[in-house]
């Protein structure tokens, strides 16, 4: 199989909504782990500078994406590893649509009233996959409230295909919270896909302000919960942002909750405001607290930390490991 890697994502934009957060400023982490401390200056500093996307591989991806008429978010989203990934064969599209029912206040994609689903879209999906060759797929949406099951059996169907016709694909998915919907939560979890990745986004006194009324901090992590508790044995994933105007208390929090809830991968990353409508970044944070941040996360006994600036939640490193975790499973399987 080549290295190219497809990932499939999904955000939201509401205008309405000020771009400011407020909260205090970041406390001293407790003696026992001390942190460095970093300047808080919002200016952003050279480390998230990124070159423009340019090369052959960015080129290839373009055409790629155009020829199979996958919808990908990754200029909308205005995402900083653009160039890396696109550079590096890999490429972002949507499942269920462009248009988001619910407005976080972090999120650049347009909210309102999406059109009907796409019936083919999941078997369309595949067949790019397979075309591709990818080894691995990470598949998420916009959020679908206007959906009986908020699009889980769309999910479902997308992940049964993609294992249909890519049998050597590994298949995560980063879904909405389905509002809490079991029923809703096992139709995905029943459809096998490898990793089931469900993000907090922030610590839970800023979820409010962060994300969408309907979220809540309380409901990720009893879905992250729930699927880490089903039979299927699925490997579950969550992401936080950092820059918001969180503690570093409430991010240590934060990780003992996630790994209380059974979450074994997780990904940190540094909040980019992607427009005036949005909510301020609070600070900076720099690369060597992200490696703080890295090794605090560690101590609670997740699989596997990524933290730095620009790691966002379908992260490559976390996928590489990944992928070597699921060959030493099948290596053990057939030994």
């Not at 499939?8 to 401390?37: E, H, I, K």
């Not at 959020?143 to 169907?157: C, I, K, M, Q, T």
């Not at 809490?180 to 839970?204: F, M």
């Not at 790691?311 to 996928?319: C, D, F, H, P, Q």
Request: aromatic content about 8%.
């Amino acid at each position: 199989m080549s290295g190219l890697t497809l990932r499939v994502r999904g955000f939201s934009l509401d205008p309405a909504f000020p771009p400011t957060v407020q909260g205090p400023r970041p406390m001293a982490t407790p003696d026992r782990f001390p942190l460095p401390q970093v300047s808080e200056s919002t200016r952003k500093p050279e480390w998230l500078k990124v070159r423009l996307p340019h090369g052959e591989g960015y080129e290839r991806v373009k055409a790629i994406v155009k020829r199979t008429k996958l919808s990908t978010v990754c200029e909308e989203a205005r995402c900083p590893n653009i160039a890396e990934c696109w550079g590096g064969g890999t490429a972002t599209v949507m499942l269920m649509g462009e248009v988001c029912t619910r407005a976080c206040r972090f999120c650049h994609v347009k909210v309102g009233a999406p059109p009907p689903l796409d019936p083919m879209e999941p078997v369309h999906l595949a067949q790019a996959v397979r075309e591709m060759d990818l080894e691995y797929i990470v598949v998420t949406s916009v959020n679908r409230d206007d959906r009986p099951d908020g699009g889980a059996s769309h999910f479902a169907l997308a992940i049964r295909e993609l294992r249909k016709e890519s049998p050597k694909t590994i298949v995560e998915v980063l879904i909405p919270d389905f509002k809490g919907v079991e029923k809703d939560l096992t139709t995905v979890a029943e459809a096998r896909p490898h990793v089931v990745a469900h993000n907090v986004e922030t610590v839970e006194r800023l979820t409010p302000t962060v994300r969408d009324r309907r979220a809540g901090y309380r409901q990720s992590l009893r879905v992250l919960e729930y699927l880490k508790r089903r039979p299927e044995g699925l490997y579950t994933k969550s992401s936080v942002m950092v820059g918001l105007g969180e503690t570093d208390a409430e991010l240590e929090q934060t990780f003992k909750d996630l790994r209380e809830a059974g979450v074994d991968v997780l990904t940190l990353g540094q909040y980019l405001q992607p427009s005036q409508y949005h909510l301020r970044v609070e600070r900076f944070v720099s690369p060597a607290q992200f490696e703080a941040y890295k090794r605090l996360a560690e101590s609670y006994g997740f699989l596997y930390v990524a933290s730095g600036p620009l790691v966002r939640s379908s992260y490559r490193a976390a996928e590489f490991f990944m992928k070597g975790l699921m060959e030493r499973e099948r290596l053990e399987r057939i030994g």
